[in-house]
């Protein structure tokens, strides 16, 4: 039967195992175990000993957030666990080893990641990461790209969806938290009570109620590659010079531009709340590294896919057949417009809707929850929603990153 973890059960339920004894040290009775979770759902442990150190992630039967009664299936680690292995083959060195993974007690035991911190967190300090544009516009490209049928053999692809099919209570989190709680007064709801006046607009907007739910209805029906599926700045660890992304949890089968746009909406988050966190300073620089940071994010995931699709378009689609090798490259290349024009656009509908719910519904972001002063917090928060808006409604008209910069410009200015 499963049975949680504890930093003191720990070192005699896993000490037997040879592989944690040659990374951690051979005596468990000499390892050092603290629990680090701060994540919605799961325990981690950061174990230590004199050969080295560990992260051992378990699943638990509930929310964390919320608590036991809102249960969630312990198979969460099991997607988490293959998307992983997968993923570590699309982007090698993207994502942390995996050492060890014990089903029946939804454990993962995976590469300590240290020195790094979570992006999110760096960003509050407000740090410069030179290199983390380009390393996820390409994890973007690589893992969206390898999953789908551009890649993949049909039969591969397929059992992959039927794999990923089951994770529907993860799913079922994000169709309810993302696309539907922050358009009406659901119950796990809430906000900065300074945004009462905005917060009943937007609820009462039906453009954008259609806009939400036209995306619900992408999420759910557009299977098109293994996504993250969470992929946000609390699901990234940086340093200066290395990106690892973590917590494949929410893994499934889904559009591609889910994660591109997660991506996105969380820098532009970040963008917004930077004037709460300029007590020791101007945060100018700051901005102009976010705004960098989401047009190189965009700039390279559109170069790799480019690059992929012109040298690794193996799949079903598009195949090499009609275009290329008859003399028609001119036509993969307009295929290519084509679904990147796609992704653009829906990508940007995402991100606009993850806005939304990261401020009014059940789950926030401690870029917006660390700024102390409501008034202030209430003003980010406001900026990042009308953005947000513009975003969705307005998706398929908006033709590029630099009008965008202008507006979030002039929303951050109030
Ligand atoms: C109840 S889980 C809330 C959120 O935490 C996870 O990280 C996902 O983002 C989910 O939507
Ligand atoms: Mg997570």
Known sequence: AFVALTPETLPTKLGGLDVLKTRIGSDPSAWRVREVGDGNLNLVFIVEGPAGAVIVKQALPYVRLVGESWPLPLKRSYFEYNALIRQADRDPGMVPE?????????IVVMEFLNPHIILRQALIRGEILPKIGKDLGRFAARTLFRGSD????????????????????????????????????????????????????????????????????????????????????????????????????FAFYGPMALDVGMMLSNFWMSYFSQRGHEESGSRDEMRRFLIGVIDEIWETFVAEFSHLWRTER????????????????????????????????????????????????????????????????????????????HLAVNRRSITGLTALAGLAERLDRG
């Open 98 to 106: 995996v050492f060890h993974f014990d089903r029946a007690q939804a």
């Open 150 to 249: 551009l890649s993949m053999s049909a039969r591969a692809r397929k059992e992959d969806l039927a794999l990923f099919a089951d994770n529907v209570e993860l799913c079922d989190i994000t169709e309810n938290l993302v696309f539907s709680d922050p358009y009406f007064e659901a119950e796990l709801n809430r906000h900065t009570p300074q945004l009462d006046g905005l917060v009943a607009e937007l609820r009462a907007d039906r453009d954008l109620k259609v806009e939400a739910q036209a995306l619900k209805h992408l999420f759910v029906a557009k299977a098109e590659t293994m996504l993250h599926g969470d992929l946000h700045t609390g699901s990234i660890m940086v340093t200066k010079n290395d990106t690892k992304v973590i917590d494949p949890e």
């Open 314 to 389: 193996t799949g079903i689609l598009y195949q090499r057949s009609l275009f290329e090798d008859r003399g028609d490259a001119l036509g993969a290349e307009l295929a290519l417009s084509r679904v990147l024009g796609d992704i653009w656009t829906d990508m940007l509908g995402f991100a606009g809707i993850e806005m939304h719910r990261r401020i009014l519904g059940l789950a926030h972001n401690a870029d917006f929850e660390t700024i102390a002063d409501l008034d202030l917090r209430g003003a980010c928060e406001a900026a990042a929603l009308k953005f947000g808006r």
